[in-house]
């Protein structure tokens, strides 16, 4: 190795791109606008410096500028679209909603595995026009959501371990919470005999998810998972076992013929 070599080795070879990045995700983290000052401080970097990011960002349209600060901008949002409209299922998903008697009047979610979240990219109001479940881009533990333990049911014991670690303890984000791995093991040992997953007011109160693993379409697509998010006081065991095998059913129409998912049913 050349002394050049070594010398550039850990170094950023773009720190205002790394630096912009940082910008637009404590952007999405924040909910709301942050000032120049805080996103400075944040950042760790002089005033001048984050403007000027700011600025290059907002010429972009990545970011805008309010009176209570910079907030994320419509490019952003562009791009998400991009990104889950680039799989097949997705653009997809929305007329089999609708065709389906039971799913064309439900909150229906499509999510995908980002490390240990379930990221949701795709959102079918239905007809109830209820207000349930999370916004695009957004993210919950896939441990405690149902879309995550789908997409966790599809994997073996021994990958799940291996992804969350042997001593993994999760947020109790509500009373009802599975916050250790052993437990839940045997959560997605009944996920698999059902057919589907449940979250039974485990990641929102109030808020019962069935939901069911989708293999990708192609062997480079992610794999994802539907899923259907109803009020607990209306989760009654007809209308979840309707949803779920409704949801098995959209599942089956949105998977590639060719692949192996297919070919076993």
């Known amino acids: 190795m050349t002394g050049e070599d070594e010398s550039t080795q850990g170094r950023d070879p773009a720190p205002a791109v790394t630096r912009s990045i940082r910008l637009l995700g404590l952007l999405a983290e924040a909910g709301g606008p942050r000032t120049l000052t805080e996103l400075a401080g944040e950042l760790g970097l002089a005033k001048s410096s984050t403007a000027n990011l700011c600025l290059a960002l907002e010429a972009g349209g990545m970011v805008e500028r309010t009176a209570q600060g910079y907030r994320l901008g419509l490019r952003t949002a562009e791009l998400g679209g991009a990104f889950a409209a680039q799989f097949n299922q997705v653009r997809e998903f929305y007329s089999v909603c609708e065709a389906s008697p039971v799913l ?21 109001e239905g007809s109830r026009s209820v207000r349930l479940g999370t916004p695009l881009g957004s993210r919950l533990p896939a441990p405690l959501s149902a879309t995550g ?8 014991d021994e990958e799940v371990t291996a992804l969350l670690g042997a001593d993994a303890v999760f947020p109790a984000l509500t009373e009802r919470s599975t916050t250790t791995l052993a437990g839940l093991l045997d959560v997605l040992a009944a996920a ?9 007011e485990e990641s929102l109160r109030g808020i ?23 009020r607990a006081a209306e989760a009654d065991f007809e209308r979840i076992e309707r949803v779920g095998t409704a949801l098995h059913e959209a599942a089956a129409a949105l998977t590639n013929p060719f692949s192996a998912a297919a070919r076993r049913r």
């Open 208 to 230: 019962v998810g069935i939901a069911v693993p989708l293999e990708g379409w192609s062997p480079s697509d992610p794999s994802l998972a539907l899923g259907v998010a109803i």
């Open 104 to 124: 064309s009047s439900e909150l229906v979610q499509v999510a995908m595995l980002d490390g240990t979240d379930a990221l949701y990219l795709a959102r079918h």
């Open 149 to 156: 333990r789908a997409l966790l049911s599809a994997m073996s």
């Open 192 to 200: 698999r005999r059902r057919g589907w997953a449940l979250d039974m």
